[in-house]
């Protein structure tokens, strides 16, 4: 059963302050490179509020006693960040909402990859891969 960490959302509201921070900061002295990096680097402190590999989803194969994980971001960050830097101020939380992981098995990483053009869950259904919500219980992709 999923458990949130102690200080994840705090954590999370410290990165997306961050984040408004440095968009709001734009000017033509401050490099594109520079922001995507920053905002990279941010969305990953996002995603990882609750650890890298006690996310509240997972799929089925990652619950699996031995399985070798990885830390899947179920809206890809580059695709996040192209929306981040058109955003307008009001869009900004709502592209946040977004920001969330799925721990998967490396060989289900895989299986996403053909479908890196699909934007979040969708990904997951098309590479037939079965994610539970560990706090609810349920399965959300079905």
Known sequence: MF??????EQRRRSSSLLIKHILSGRSADVLEVHIRELLDT?????TEADGKYTARYQSQGAMEPGAKLHH?????????????????EDEIDGILAD??????TRQE???LKPYDNEYGWERYRKA??????????KD???
């Open 3 to 8: 458990r949130p960490l102690p200080k994840a």
């Open 42 to 46: 941010m969305l990953w402190k996002i």
């Open 72 to 88: 899947e971001h179920v809206f890809q960050k580059k695709q996040m960040i192209d929306r981040l830097m058109a955003a307008s």
């Open 99 to 104: 920001a969330c992981c799925c721990v998967v």
């Open 109 to 111: 990483h895989q299986r």
């Open 128 to 137: 037939g891969i079965f994610v539970i919500d560990t706090q609810t219980g």
């Open 140 to 142: 959300i992709i079905g």
